[in-house]
């Protein structure tokens, strides 16, 4: 950088050139220089919850008497710009850093900082007044569990619901369509596409629901612990007044964990969040393959759906269309499969009163989130958009050998499978066989071999 470009900052450690325009500080520029390795910074919503904690802390200290309401208001104003979108470019700091997050505290200490310095016309300092009270290993760890609650509050959990009510929806008009179920990719007894379709939306509320039950959890911030645990520096009513407030603005049941040593030193409760994420991403996955394999063909395979046409599916095949929303969505659950193994492996790294991959699984965590909500919505329009190919479920119901299961408490299991056998064997219907091979009433026969009574479970009537 030219002289006239830079500003001389110092710290601890010494002067440091600063770009002239930035807001950020010497922590900050030594962070850009020194990691580089993944070059990309933590997620956005994981500043903004670092903001909201900054903005509530610099309030409450004032309460208290420890900072003056000036810069506590300077403080909390430059946050609020932050959160309501200001200054993103202020926030550079490569995700793969520190493992306490301390590079990215800094930053978003050194910004707010210089902005509120900028609003006062007086000096406020990073260390000093934005971060009184405060330690990386307490605000980081306590920033990841706010920015993960909001997520879901505000993304994945309404996407969720928006999901199993459009596919309740679709259930509810194709409750009657009887079609060919299937167990082990081949035929089986006759489900409902109605019923087939309902086991989604159980599978997709079951998700939100477990991901519901996670909220108090998260809600238990380190905030208080400070440096390892023993809330040194820290007014003890400090974390729980800053709890209050933030409780009261975001509308989440904040609270500090009641045991703070627990909560610098382990991130158990990141580790479960991300196996309920991976619960939903196996969901998911079943969703899209299921939706792929009733789609395919649709000549020579199964033909049962024909998926909205979105865009050109070959380069080389004219006319070739593929289910690409779901292929995208099946893509998406694997990367958040892996998030969750890399959350478990970071999970493991809290030595003594520390976890050092805080960055790491704040960033895995909140990545997760993201591809899931948009996984929802993808799967969401897929569903709308599909076609029911009523021909194609029609002519295989009506040939379907294991119809032949309805009479089994009629004629017992043996005799059935030779009628199946034979129907099969002769590509002839249940019913005409059954006909032959029995002394039945052709009307019994067609009342016990009816797939749309068979969809209904029970022993037939005698």
Not at 19 to 28: D, K, L
Not at 179 to 192: E, N, Q, S, V, Y
């Amino acid at each position: 950088m030219a002289e006239h470009d830079v500003r001389i900052e110092r710290d601890s450690m010494g002067e440091v050139r600063v770009p002239a325009g930035a807001a950020w500080g010497a922590q900050t520029q030594r962070a850009i220089e020194n990691f580089t390795i993944g070059g990309r910074p933590l997620p956005r919503d994981f500043i903004i919850a670092l903001c909201h904690l900054k903005g509530a802390a610099a309030r409450v200290n004032a309460e208290l008497g420890h900072l003056d309401v000036p810069r506590a208001d300077a403080i909390a104003r430059a946050a609020a710009r932050i959160v309501d979108g200001d200054c993103a470019d202020q926030f550079p700091v490569d995700l793969y850093q520190t493992g306490s997050g301390t590079s990215t505290h800094m930053n978003v200490n050194e910004v707010l900082a210089h902005l509120a310095s900028d609003s006062l016309g007086e000096p406020v300092s990073p260390n000093d007044h934005v971060n009184l009270g405060q330690s990386s290993n307490d605000v980081i760890p306590s920033a990841l569990h706010l920015a993960a609650a909001l997520a879901l509050r505000e993304r994945l959990l309404p996407a969720l619901e928006r999901l199993a009510a459009d596919i309740e929806a679709r259930a509810q008009d194709l409750r009657a369509l009887t079609k060919t179920g299937r167990t082990h990719l081949m035929d089986a007894m006759p489900i409902t596409l109605g019923q087939e379709l309902g086991a989604w939306a159980t599978q997709v509320r079951a998700s939100a629901t477990r991901l519901v039950d996670l909220e108090p959890s998260l809600c238990r911030v380190a905030l208080g612990g400070t440096a390892v645990g023993t809330g040194i520096n820290a007014d003890p009513a400090f974390a729980g007044r800053v709890c209050d407030q933030l409780a009261k603005r975001l509308g989440l049941p904040l609270t500090p964990d009641p045991d703070p040593f627990r909560a610098l030193a382990s991130q158990d409760t990141a580790v479960a969040a991300s196996g309920q994420l991976r619960v939903c991403a196996v969901a998911f996955t079943k969703i899209a393959n299921d939706l792929r394999w009733m789609n395919s063909g649709p000549l020579a395979g199964l033909g049962e759906i024909e998926l909205e046409a979105l865009q050109p599916g070959s380069s080389i095949m004219p006319g070739k269309v593929n289910p690409v929303l779901p292929e995208a969505v099946a893509m998406a659950a694997a990367r958040v499969l892996g998030h969750d193994a890399t959350v478990a492996l970071a999970g493991q790294s809290g030595a003594f009163q520390l976890n050092v991959m805080l960055p790491l699984i704040a960033d895995s965590l909140l990545e997760a989130i993201g591809l899931l909500t948009g996984s929802a919505e993808a799967l969401a329009r897929t569903i709308r958009g599909f076609r029911v190919r009523t021909e194609a479920i029609a002519a295989p119901l009506a040939r379907n050998p294991v119809l032949v299961t309805a009479l089994n408490p009629v004629i017992g299991y043996l005799k059935a499978a030779e009628i199946a056998k034979r129907a099969y064997d002769e590509g002839r219907p249940i019913l005409e066989v059954a006909c032959e091979m029995t002394d039945l009433p052709r009307a019994r026969l067609e009342a016990l071999l009816d797939p749309e009574r068979l969809t209904k479970g029970g022993l037939p009537a005698a």
